[in-house]
């Protein structure tokens, strides 16, 4: 299988970004897949969570009201809204399927001024 992650760039404080993971060679719609993001510095951290049929999610506290994580099981894909994005967003996102141990290479988004 395979994750592949688009959809980072440089943005302004307050700006929004929509990161995208393709998904291939697995079943993508039995499996619940995760974006987490690493900043320079500091450890891997899961961002949010999405159940196999979309019904379930789950959030970091940093990120909870801003993010909005979603999936298209037609299209193989994982979606994360990112609104509000703050300096502190900052990092390499990556998709992951936890359960296959499935990562993608990761997309920066750099949020600066």
């Known amino acids: 299988g395979q994750l592949v992650e688009s959809g980072g760039g440089l943005v302004q404080p307050g700006g929004s970004l929509r990161l995208s993971c393709a998904a291939s060679g697995f079943s993508f719609s039995r499996y619940f897949m995760r974006w987490y993001r690493q900043a320079p510095g500091k450890e891997r951290e899961l961002v949010a969570t999405i159940s196999n049929a979309g019904a379930s999610t789950y959030y970091a506290d940093s990120v909870k009201g801003r993010f909005t994580i979603s999936r298209d099981n037609a299209k193989y894909t994982v979606y994360l809204q990112m609104n509000s994005l703050k300096p502190e967003d900052t990092a390499v996102y990556y998709c992951?399927?936890?359960?296959?141990?499935?990562w993608g290479r990761g997309t920066q988004v750099t949020v600066s001024s």
């Open positions: 992951n399927c936890n359960t296959l141990g499935y």
